[in-house]
């Protein structure tokens, strides 16, 4: 190789000379040489239309053909432009319009359809066409040609196209080299996308060094990945570290490796401290794409009791501060400029590049940052923050400036703010406060993420939205008094994560009754043997079956019709001797079910059928999530309540059904299925006729098991009951008329003593 101060032009023989047959790229089925990926490269750029300086956009899941795209695009002169597959298609477009390219590689199908004034070439057809080459002369490479757009996110809220040379990625590799332990035999995974400068940065340095890239299988999880590759060195944002940490065998794997690069979002303290108590050979990283990824990487420092991230500056860079504390930056791996949209020709130059570099060609970051120095050692460069509003999630910029004019497109919004709110997984996520254009105030929860979901990645979407009151309703509001408003509420909500997961898979909304001739079908369960059984029943209401059950002995109920019952809580048979259980559509798998008439008491003749319907009846609209307090003995207990939206009811006509929700009793962390039965009397009246707890689980134990109402303890009792007047599920007279556990319990004490006189 050359010495770290060069480029040479002829950097592709150079490559060749040094590493020709060494492996460059494995897979988990195949690998290729640093000699076969450069000829595939060659060949795929023979057939190419693309012109020296035309952007061509890739936009591919295949990280192999991406990472072999490139170095075609490179062999023509043309200019690489990757883009996240993931975006909506609204979004892509906006960006091919931004950089002017009408030549696209992509397999998604999506994209096959002719588009205007847009020349579409295939992965596979591009490789079935490609011949093989034997021996070529290399294409010359010229250090400060644009090579490379990258978008990122302007502080203004529009993407910028970030133009890129080889140099740039050149010398950011060589520099990043010179300070770390890479070569022949290693073996650096691909984990971060190659959209990014992060996953562009690991090709550079792979490729100058001799070491090797692998793709692992998308399915794979990280963990896997690890496990099975004999990956060596690993490139990480904090989020995928804390899972990794938090995962099974994490820690172990990761104390394998030889190198840990951790960038891209602040990095927590205690992820910090944890990493070096496991002895993980980490270095933090901070850098950005105008610099082609790093700047300053190093070992973190502990001072005053806690960890912190710094690093000296890389070679190749330059840096300073300025009077206020912004990073200033320059050197050989500082971008070529902006691409602008109105300047923008068919080929790019820097002609048509804005360039924003002072008179000495320093360009300020708009980061914070300070010098940490220490006797006998180099300066190192710690990050502080950021001048602007932009903040990191899971390593992905965002600007809440983008998010707050797609809201402000919803018919609904009038006013949007999105600001930061700490969280532990991914740093920081967005929180949305909103003014709606009526006095009804901001649209739905479900309907926004609609609405956002057509124009942003799923990343930038907010996860939870607030009304913006009176007092911060203004041209400005202040952004950091909101984060502090938010951060409470969204701890909160994260809170409620247990239910909403739980929740989703009991169905939650409106369901039908199930009916025999207008009767209902009541589930029997019987615990006077060893093993327990069940049977079904119609009848009017439950006491009716309790009634039928005194008169009638089981014994004579003798026909088959009894199944074995094998409870979920494998305890032994309850005290009750039956248990009684009203039954609704989505209860039953069976297409048709016997059940016994107890209008007729001769149990020899009494047996029906009832067919049910393919599909049942399930009334559910979107989940709302809300939060609220209850007062028990003069105590506050804080509870998370998520059910469907309660209007309008169900169009359906039917005499009886049930509304179920879930309540999660966040100081206790106990998790309850409500069901509240309705007679549904018009399109815009239900009849409140009494409610149960179907289900409930302790996330202390993990304990889930059916409970009874009448087993409930009081306190739980008139906890739940609270809660049903506080979401108006039943007004407080409503519920004293009706059903209640009190009520239950004695209905339960006088059909165990008429049991009990029955069968004397």
Not at 433 to 447: R, Y
Not at 467 to 477: E, F, R, T, V, W
Request: glycine share 6%.
């Amino acid at each position: 190789m050359p010495e770290l101060t060069e480029f040479p032009e002829d950097l592709v023989r150079c490559l060749l000379d040094k590493w020709s047959s060494r492996t460059l790229l494995k897979t988990p089925g195949d690998s290729l040489s640093f000699d076969e990926y450069f000829r595939k490269s060659w060949s795929i750029s023979t057939k190419l239309a693309s012109k020296r300086g035309q952007p061509v956009v890739i936009l591919s899941r295949d990280l192999q053909f991406v990472l072999i795209a490139f170095w075609a695009i490179w062999m023509r002169g043309s200019i690489a432009v990757p883009v996240n597959p993931a975006f909506p298609k609204s979004r892509i477009r906006q960006l091919m319009k931004l950089c002017g390219s009408c030549l696209l590689i992509t397999d998604l199908p999506s994209f096959q359809q002719n588009l205007e004034k847009i020349q579409i070439h295939h992965p596979q057809s591009l490789i079935a066409e490609a011949g093989h080459v034997s021996d070529t002369l290399w294409p010359s490479i010229h250090e400060d040609d644009p090579a490379l757009v990258i978008f990122t996110s302007g502080s203004t809220g529009r993407p910028k196209a970030t133009v890129l040379s080889l140099g740039n990625l050149y010398f950011s590799a060589a520099g990043a080299n010179s300070q770390m332990s890479l070569g022949p035999g290693n073996r650096w995974l691909m984990s971060l996308p190659l959209y990014h400068i992060g996953g562009l940065g690991i090709l550079f340095r792979c490729l100058l060094s001799g070491a090797a890239m692998v793709l692992a299988e998308p399915a794979l999880s990280l963990e896997d990945q690890l496990r099975l590759e004999n990956i060596t060195h690993l490139s990480m944002v904090p989020t995928q570290l804390i899972r990794l940490l938090e995962s099974k065998n994490g820690s172990g794997l990761l104390q394998k490796l030889q190198l840990i690069l951790l960038g891209g979002a602040s990095q927590p303290s205690f992820l910090l401290k944890k990493s070096m108590n496991l002895g993980l050979c980490l270095r933090t990283s901070y850098g950005c794409t105008e610099m082609a990824s790093q700047i300053a990487t190093g070992k973190p420092e502990h001072e005053h009791g806690r960890w912190v991230a710094s690093g000296p500056v890389l070679p190749h860079r330059e840096v300073r501060l300025s009077a206020d504390g912004e990073i200033m930056v320059r050197g050989k791996t500082r971008f070529l400029g902006y691409l602008n949209e109105k300047k923008k020709t068919e080929q790019l130059s820097l002609q048509v590049l804005d360039q924003p570099f002072d008179q000495n060609g320093w360009f300020a970051t708009g980061d914070l940052g300070e010098w940490c120095k220490k006797d006998g050692q180099e300066p190192l460069l710690r990050m502080k923050g950021r001048k602007d509003t932009m903040f990191v999630t899971g390593g992905e910029n965002i600007h809440p400036e983008e998010i707050e004019a797609r809201l402000q497109e919803h018919p609904g919004v009038r006013q949007a703010v999105v600001v930061p709110v700490d969280d532990r997984e991914y740093g920081t996520r967005p929180v949305a406060f909103l003014t709606g254009k009526d006095e009804n105030g901001h649209p739905a929860e479900q309907e926004l993420r609609l609405h956002l979901s057509d124009h942003l990645a799923r990343y930038q979407i907010p996860d939870l939205f607030l009304a913006l009151d009176g007092q911060n309703s203004l041209a400005k509001p202040q952004r950091t008094e909101l984060s502090r408003i938010a951060q409470p509420r969204y701890e909160t909500w994260k809170k409620l994560e247990p239910l909403r997961t739980w929740l989703r898979g009991k169905t939650a909304g409106w369901k039908k009754i199930l009916l025999c001739d207008e009767k209902q079908v009541f589930e029997v369960r019987s615990h006077l043997s060893k093993r327990s059984k069940y049977a079904y029943f119609c009848a009017s209401n439950r006491q009716e079956v309790m009634d039928f059950l005194c008169l009638v002995s089981t014994k004579e109920l003798k026909r088959g019709d009894w199944k074995t019952c094998n409870d979920s809580d494998g305890e032994p048979g309850s005290v009750e001797p039956y248990e009684i259980i009203r039954l609704v559509e989505e209860d039953c798998a069976r297409t048709e079910l016997n059940v016994w008439d107890i209008a007729n008491k001769n149990p020899q003749r009494n047996m029906k059928r009832v067919d049910l319907p393919y599909e049942s009846f399930i009334y559910n609209k979107s989940i709302d999530y809300h939060s609220g307090n209850v007062e028990l003995d003069q105590q506050n207990v804080e509870y998370g309540f998520c059910a469907p939206g309660w209007d309008p009811l169900p169009k359906t006509a039917f005499p009886q059904a049930v509304y179920q929700s879930g309540v999660m009793l966040l100081s206790w962390n106990r998790l309850y299925l409500l069901r509240c039965l309705y007679s549904i009397e018009s399109k815009k009246k239900a009849l409140f006729l009494g409610w149960k707890v179907h289900c409930l689980r302790d996330m202390n134990t993990g304990f889930e098991k059916m409970q009874p109402i009448w087993e409930m303890k009081p306190q739980e009792e008139r906890l739940i009951e609270s809660i049903l007047i506080r979401q108006n599920l039943v007004s407080g007279p409503d519920l004293e008329n009706t059903n209640t556990p009190e009520k239950d319990r004695e209905r339960r004490r006088l059909f165990d003593a008429l049991l009990k006189k029955h069968r004397v």
